[in-house]
């Protein structure tokens, strides 16, 4: 039984595994083409929607995914979001050369560089709900002020967001904010998950 879910462990990550290298090569192919350059801006916000959207989805419809996501854990979710702080050191790269307006800058820079530092510091802590969920909650609260800024930036047609397309900074809000946002959102429904088996736990035990 325990070697079945291990391949189906294993199997389940080589199928994310390809699905995330089929799309961070899809992003890299269209910025390098000026595939997104041609993009209206309205347009390419949806994009990046959707990236978050289709992964949610995905979880919600999928009971082998939802299984696979409980198996990979809270750590492993948390984990990611340590890429953060390289993002952070890009928008700083992009705001000293002023190709990316100054609030988005300064609202998704140190957003993301606080965000990074705070799940490295969850991982080196001993494991506890009440970490993750501060994290995560944390975490995305800064995720949708950056994605907020990001998105009133382009609505308003600001010639700086265009830094957007290009490579390396199109692989972080096409990219790695689907990625992110998504696995915030999973992580959410793991914590209620284990709320709930720790209650009905609980009432069984007072039942008893």
Excluded: C
């Amino acid at each position: 039984m325990n070697s079945e879910a291990e391949l189906s462990k294993r199997r389940g990550t080589r199928i994310l595994l390809a699905v995330l290298a089929a799309w961070g090569l899809a992003v890299v192919v269209a910025a390098e083409t000026g595939a997104y350059a041609a993009v209206n801006p309205r347009f390419l916000a949806a994009i990046i929607a959707l990236g978050i959207v289709v992964p949610v989805i995905g979880y919600a419809l999928s009971s082998g995914f939802r299984g696979y996501i409980q198996a990979m854990g809270l750590r492993s979710l948390t984990a990611f979001h340590v890429w953060r702080i390289a993002a952070a050191l890009v928008f700083f790269w992009y705001g000293a050369h002023d190709l990316l307006p100054e609030a988005f800058v300064r609202n998704a820079g140190w957003g993301d560089l606080i965000a990074g530092f705070l799940a490295l510091a969850v991982l080196l802590l001993p494991e506890s709900r009440g970490r993750y969920l501060t994290f995560h909650v944390l975490g995305f609260t800064d995720f949708v002020v950056a994605v907020g800024t990001g998105l009133t930036f382009f609505l308003r047609n600001d010639p700086r967001m265009s830094a957007i397309e290009t490579l390396p900074m199109a692989l972080i809000p096409l990219y790695g904010v689907g990625i992110s946002g998504a696995s915030h959102i999973m992580a959410f429904d793991l914590l209620r998950r284990s709320a709930v088996r720790r209650h009905e736990g609980a009432r069984r035990s007072a039942s008893v």
